[in-house]
């Protein structure tokens, strides 16, 4: 079970916008910045959101960051069937010592 | 181009150890601090390790603690995963990435290798 709780999937048609939400705790969430992975199939892992709302260079403005008190949000507008991934959060947990990451949220692109 | 290249993984025996490797260029590495992430098999992305830019402190997730050690060479770009004690369940693609941002901004990430430990 992650530190960090994302919901497994969401879906949306091409087009609309979705929001996946990332879950954490006063030592994780609530004591670092969040970032946001996106993980292509069959792919390595690319930074998408860091410092809970910054993007990248070459990543475009249909993705944006937020982050309230030990939750944050990825959100995707304007979604494309190429959006289709698996999304994950990290931050660095600060009782442990150690980086976390939430389990991943699928999205599907319909 | 801003890139890390990850070597040496392969197939193991339980018990056994290998030395993973991640050449990175582009970049000022001897600046940033450095992640290993794996991902089993069909699973989502695990936090290994991490050490700083100067590999005065390291860090490491539970379940490699004591087995598995962080290193790196500036003066060759390189960063290392020595990895003893193998069991079935370190079964993973390996990844490193340059731990840029704080909260685990890693960017870039590499292409990954994979380690198989079975016998």
């Known amino acids: 079970q992650s530190v960090l709780t994302q919901p497994p999937s969401v879906s949306a048609a091409p087009g609309q916008k979705v929001t996946i939400s990332c879950s954490g705790n006063s030592s994780t969430i609530g004591n670092d910045y969040v970032s946001w992975h996106r993980q292509l199939p069959g792919t390595a892992p690319k930074l998408l959101i860091y410092e809970n709302t910054r993007r990248p260079s070459g990543i475009p403005d249909r993705f944006s960051g937020s982050k309230s008190g030990t939750s944050a949000t990825l959100g995707i507008t304007r979604l494309q069937t190429g959006d289709e991934a698996d999304y994950y959060c990290a931050t660095w947990d600060n009782s442990l010592s150690a980086g976390v990451f939430g389990g991943g949220t699928k999205l599907t692109v319909l | 181009q801003v890139q890390v290249v990850e070597s040496g993984g392969g197939v193991v025996q339980p018990g056994g150890s290998l030395r993973l490797s991640c050449v990175a260029s582009g970049f000022t590495f001897s600046t940033y601090g450095m992640h290993w992430v794996r991902q089993a098999p069909g699973k989502g992305l695990e936090w290994v390790a991490f050490i700083l830019y100067d590999g005065s402190n390291q860090y490491y997730a539970d379940s490699v603690k004591g087995r598995v050690t962080i290193s790196r060479d500036n003066s060759k770009n390189t960063l290392y995963l020595q990895m003893n004690s193998l069991r079935p369940d370190d079964t993973a693609v390996y990844y490193c990435?340059?731990?840029?941002?704080?909260?685990?901004?890693?960017?870039?990430w590499g292409q990954g290798t994979l380690v198989t430990v079975s016998s």
């Open positions: 990435g340059a731990g840029r941002h704080s909260g685990l901004g890693i960017d870039p």
